[in-house]
């Protein structure tokens, strides 16, 4: 999943989920009622008919979830899918994904750059360093599952919080 959602403006919302069944040959029928039941994973109920210039940014990336999660994956690979998002929208996101990622029991690598987003969704942090890229080092984040926004005012929060930003800091 990329930082632009990528939707094709001429198919809706179900058309542009079924994306990867068109292009993975998968059965259209078995396809088109997971990208229903994904449609109600990713908060879109309602939405199947709508096209991508109806949707704000964050219902965008919704659906683009919607689509990688399509055939799927043991791995999501996403990077930084949130980006282009207001605050308010990524940290809901957030939330979302890491909610979506521990019914489906999915493993995500996510590519940011917001070190509060790293700690809120992740079990563990890999901090690199700048060209040629390394892992300089790695943070575990045992903060306890579900989160909430409510985590982002705990010490513990915070204190994860300062140990990447000083791996950050012994890289530049």
């Given at each position: 999943?990329?930082?632009?959602?990528?939707?094709?403006?001429?198919?809706?919302?179900?058309e542009?989920?079924?994306?990867?069944?068109?292009?993975?040959?998968?059965?259209?029928?078995?396809?088109?009622?997971?990208?229903?039941?994904?449609?109600?994973?990713?908060?879109?109920?309602?939405?199947?008919?709508?096209?991508?210039?109806?949707?704000?940014?964050?219902?965008?990336?919704?659906?683009?979830?919607?689509?990688?999660?399509?055939?799927?994956?043991?791995?999501?690979?996403?990077?930084?899918?949130?980006?282009?998002?207001?605050?308010?929208?990524?940290?809901?996101?957030?939330?979302?994904?890491?909610?979506?990622?521990?019914?489906?029991?999915?493993?995500?690598?996510?590519?940011?750059?917001?070190?509060?987003?790293?700690?809120?969704i992740?079990?563990?942090?890999?901090?690199?360093?700048?060209r040629?890229?390394?892992?300089?080092g790695?943070?575990?984040?045992?903060?306890?599952?579900?989160?909430?926004?409510?985590?982002?005012?705990?010490?513990?929060?915070?204190?994860?919080?300062?140990?990447?930003?000083?791996?950050?800091?012994?890289?530049?």
């Amino acid at each position: 999943m990329f930082q632009k959602p990528l939707l094709f403006p001429w198919r809706n919302v179900v058309e542009n989920i079924l994306l990867p069944a068109d292009v993975l040959h998968l059965d259209k029928d078995a396809a088109r009622k997971r990208a229903l039941g994904l449609l109600d994973l990713v908060g879109l109920e309602g939405w199947e008919n709508h096209y991508p210039s109806e949707l704000s940014g964050g219902m965008q990336q919704r659906v683009a979830l919607a689509r990688v999660l399509l055939p799927d994956p043991d791995v999501l690979l996403l990077d930084e899918p949130f980006g282009a998002l207001d605050e308010m929208t990524r940290e809901t996101l957030d939330l979302e994904l890491a909610r979506i990622t521990a019914l489906t029991e999915k493993t995500v690598v996510f590519v940011t750059h917001n070190v509060y987003e790293a700690v809120l969704i992740s079990d563990r942090i890999c901090v690199m360093t700048p060209r040629p890229g390394r892992v300089t080092g790695v943070v575990d984040v045992p903060i306890e599952r579900p989160r909430s926004a409510t985590i982002l005012s705990t010490e513990e929060f915070s204190e994860k919080v300062r140990e990447v930003r000083d791996l950050i800091g012994a890289v530049g």
